[in-house]
C-alpha cells in the first residue's frame, strides 16, 4: 500500500467511533466509507445498525481519521446524510485492513 510512514512515536494513533445517520443503507454507503477509509489509510470497520444508522470505527493518527470524518460530512457520500456523531478513545487491540461487517 501507498501511503506515507508513520512512526509510533511521532504519530500517536487513536480510534474513532463514528455513527452516521439519515439514508444510508442499502445505498453502498458501507462500500464507499471502506474505500475512503483505505484511501487514507485508516483500519477498522463499517456496520449497519438495527436502527438505520451506520457504524464507522476508524483508527490511525487524528488527522487521518479527521479526514474521514470529512468525508462522512460531505456533500459526496451515497444516500443522504442527516447527521454525524462520533467520540474519540485510545486504540484497542487494533484491526487488520478495514472491513464490511
Known sequence: MVGRM????????????IWVRGRVQQVGFRWWTRA???????TGYTSNLGDGRVQVVAEGSRADCE???AALRGPGTPGRVSG?????TAVGDGYDGFAIR
Do not use: F
Open 84 to 88: 454525524v456523531t462520533e467520540i474519540w
Open 67 to 69: 479526514r474521514l470524518l
Open 36 to 42: 475512503r477509509a483505505l484511501e487514507i489509510g485508516l
Open 6 to 17: 508513520q512512526g509510533h512515536d511521532s504519530h500517536r494513533s487513536v480510534r474513532a467511533t
